[in-house]
């Protein structure tokens, strides 16, 4: 989904929101520290398999998600990190691990971490790996209704 599909969307929801262009990263912690945000304003989407289906799971960038308690929460016979060969085509005209944490615009499932509802703000990729959307996480909750839950660990 290119970025102007997007900014289309949170335009037609009335969603206040800042662009920010970043240099190239590929890490969310590279991202952070590039455009002054510490790892916890930063939203990361992980793309899992749950048994079947591929799902998305949104995190503070500072945190990685634990797969075991996604299972438990979820009630999965089996979850695992998606491959890349799995969920690229799913994204449309998204740089490949850039994809923006709307899985309603993606019919994917979204999950958040619990921990990244205290923020008042979020920054995301959006479909590129040098392009943030930031908006406050109240308007990102309400436009994709993700379940909530505590999946993320620390990252050490």
């Not at 949170?10 to 990263?25: A, C, P």
Request: contains cysteine; proline residues 4%.
């Amino acid at each position: 989904m290119p970025l102007t599909k997007i900014e289309e969307y949170l335009r037609e929801n009335d969603i206040s929101f800042n662009k920010i262009v970043h240099h190239t990263t590929h890490t969310a912690q590279r991202t952070a520290a590039d455009v002054h945000l510490t790892g916890h304003e930063i939203a990361k989407t992980v793309i899992v398999k749950m048994d079947s289906k591929l799902a998305m799971v949104v995190l503070p960038g500072d945190m990685h998600v634990n797969l075991e308690q996604l299972r438990i929460e979820t009630k999965s016979e089996n979850i695992r990190l998606a491959s890349e060969s799995e969920f690229k085509d799913s994204f449309g005209n998204c740089e490949v691990g850039a994809m923006p944490p709307f899985g309603n615009l993606y019919d994917m499932p979204v999950y958040v971490a619990k921990s990244l509802t205290t923020e008042v703000f979020v920054a995301f990729n959006a479909c590129a790996h040098d392009l943030l959307i930031q908006m406050k996480y109240k308007d990102f909750e309400a436009l994709v209704k993700p379940t909530i839950l505590e999946i993320a660990l620390k990252t050490a």
